[in-house]
C-alpha cells in the first residue's frame, strides 16, 4: 500500500549517544512496505520520480497524532495467553513445574497457532510492531505471523522436557526461509532446565550457523544459587564458558548479576532484556537497570508471557522499567524517559536482530504506530517521550503498522480474523485442559 500521513508530529531519534528525540511536524509517506519520505512536505522531490504521479492508496490527516516507531517486545511466550490468570500468585519454580509444564504438554500445534494470534491481537492494541517469542512449534508460530502479517522474531525454548538439537537446528532453517515477516537465531530455555550435554549441543551448532543465543538468565535468586551448586559458577559464567556467546545475544531477566557477568556481558556484547511486571508478579526481583546502563550494556524491554505478567502492555513494561530503576537505586534521576523509550524501540531492535525497524527513517520498514496526543493523560505537550513513558496507556494507541500495511486502527483489526473466533478458540483450549 501507499499511504501518506500529513499533518503529523513525528517522533525521530536525534542523538542516538545522548538518547535525544526531535519531532518533526509534517509529513510522512509509506511506500509498499518502507518509508518513502519524512519531512515538512516541502521537499519531497528525491521521493518522487521525474515525471511519476503517486497514487495514495490512503490519506491520512493525522492532526492531533504522534507517529513514532513500534514498540519491539524483546522477551515473550505468546501462545501462553491460555494460561492468562490460571496459575497466578504462585513462585516461579512452583508455578512453572506445577502448573505450566503440565497444562503445556497437552498443547497441540493446531492450539498454539490460534493462541499466538489471540497474543498478536493484544499487542497490536498496545502499539507492538515486533516480537522476541520463545516457544513450541516455532514454525506454526511463524505461520501465525504470516497469515496475520505481525513480525516475529524466534528462539528456542529446549529443554531437558522436550526437543533436540537437531530439531532446533531444523526450525532454524525453516522459519528464516518462510517469510520476510519471520526469522530465528538460537537458544534455549534456561540452564536450570538443560543439561550440560543439550547445552553444549546449542553451543557448537550456534557456532556453526554464526548465530546468536538467548536465553532465561539468572531471573531468580534460587537459579544462580543452584547453578553455582553444581558447576560452582553463574549462568552467565557457565554458558561463556561454552563458547555460546561468539557471535552475541543475550539475557531475559538478568536481576542476579555478579560482577563477573557484567564483565561477560560488556565483552561479548550482550543485551539484558528486563521484564518487569513478570519479575514483580512472580517476585522474582529487580534488575539493575541503572548498571547495566553505567556499564554500557545494552537494555531492551521484554513483557514475557501472558502467564507471568499478564498484560502483554508495552506502556506499563516502560513505566516499571524507570519507576523500580528509581527505587533500587534510590535516584530519581536514575534511567530516564528517553533512555527507556529507546529500550522500548531501538534496543529492541537491535537484540532483535531488526536494524531495519530500529526508527523512523527513509528506507526503513514501515513498522509505526500512531498516538492520540488529543486525551488528558497526554496534555500538555512539554515533553512527548516523557509522555509516553511516564503517562502513555494503551488507550492512546489509535493505529499500528506492520510492514507498511494497517492491521489495527481504531479498535478494530484487519488480521484476516474474526476476533470472536479466536476468544473462542481460546477459551475451548483451556476449557478441555485437566
Known sequence: MNVRFFNAKILCIKDEVKREYRVI?????VRGDSIAYIGDGSDTQGAVKTGEEIVWDREIDASGKLL???????????AMTFLRSYADDLPLQDWL?????????????DDVYWLNILGIMEYLTSGITSNFDMYYFPPVVAKASV?????????????NFGGTVEVLEENYHIVNEMSDLTSFVVGFHAEYTTSMELMQGVAKLAQKLKSPIFLHNAETKLEVEECKERYGKTPTQVTDELGMY?????????????????????????TAVTNPASNLKLASGI????????????????????????????????FLTTA????????????????????????????MGL?????????????????????PNMQPENNLEKNLVYSGSKQNVVMTMVNGRILYEEGKFDIGFDPKEIYAKANAIIGRMK
Request: with cysteine.
Open 25 to 29: 511536524e509534517g509529513e510522512l509517506w
Open 246 to 270: 561468539e557471535c552475541g545475544g543475550g539475557g531475559y531477566h538478568c536481576v542476579w548479576m555478579e560482577d563477573a557477568d557484567f564483565e561477560i556481558f560488556k565483552k561479548r556484547g550482550l
Open 147 to 159: 497469515d496475520t502479517g505481525f513480525r516475529a522474531v524466534q528462539t528456542s525454548g529446549l529443554n
Open 355 to 375: 536494524s531495519d525497524c530500529d526508527d523512523l527513517a527513509v528506507g526503513k520498514k514501515a513498522d509505526l504506530i500512531m498516538i492520540d496526543l488529543m486525551q
Open 324 to 351: 523500580l530503576a528509581k527505587v533500587k537505586d534510590m535516584d530519581a534521576a536514575a534511567v530516564p524517559a528517553n533512555e527507556v523509550l529507546y529500550m522500548a524501540t531501538t534496543a529492541g531492535a537491535r537484540a
Open 287 to 318: 534488575a539493575p537497570i541503572a548498571r547495566f546502563l553505567k556499564e554500557g550494556i545494552p537494555v531492551a524491554i521484554g513483557t514475557d508471557g501472558p502467564a507471568s505478567n499478564n498484560c502483554l502492555d508495552m506502556f506499563r513494561e516502560m
Open 68 to 78: 513514532l516507531s513500534g514498540f519491539k517486545n524483546a522477551h515473550t511466550h505468546t
Open 97 to 109: 513445574f506445577q502448573q505450566v509444564f503440565p497444562r503445556e504438554d497437552q498443547l497441540t500445534q
